[in-house]
């Protein structure tokens, strides 16, 4: 098994979070990982993204220059990184916010209304969960579980109550994965 990773966005959206949840499952698993952010000074409002690589075997380099799946946050990050996609790999889209289609017919595209599923939560935080729980539930890299657990080890204990709409909103991107 091996995933090479983008996820990408606007600073603020936890996209080097998500990358960070990726890396430390794949860990738990004991798979080799890496993760190598990437942001400008602006932080919140500017672009951010981050590589991830989960491999059964050792890891020779953590740069991603195809990457088998793009995850998707915003459209500056849609049509920077689209084109990196590997042959057979697989784009996920925040189509809340992302009005573009891939015209690619060699890679497997998801449009996942991640904002607006968090929205409905109540909670616009977890947009970036509820892509996780998405490409999770496409790849299989990972289990939920495991990014579950990532998580709460990340918020730690006195974020804990956070946990249960985290976890809705990735058995909401899922679903939503899979037209549920």
Known sequence: MLEKIICAGFGGQGVLLMGQLLAQAGLLEG???????????????GTANCSVIISDQKVASPIVNRSTALLAMNRPSFDKFEKSIAPAGRLLVNSSIIDSRSCRDDIEAY?????????????????????LGAFVAISGCVTGESLIDALGRKLGEHKSHLIPVNQEAMRRGAAAAYGK
Do not use: F, H, Q
Request: proline letters at 11%; one cysteine or more.
């Open 111 to 131: 449009y996942i209304p991640c904002s607006d599923i968090a929205l409905e939560l109540g909670e616009p935080k977890v947009a970036n969960i509820v892509m």
């Open 31 to 45: 798979r080799n990982v890496t993760w190598l952010p990437s942001y400008g000074p602006e932080m919140r409002g």
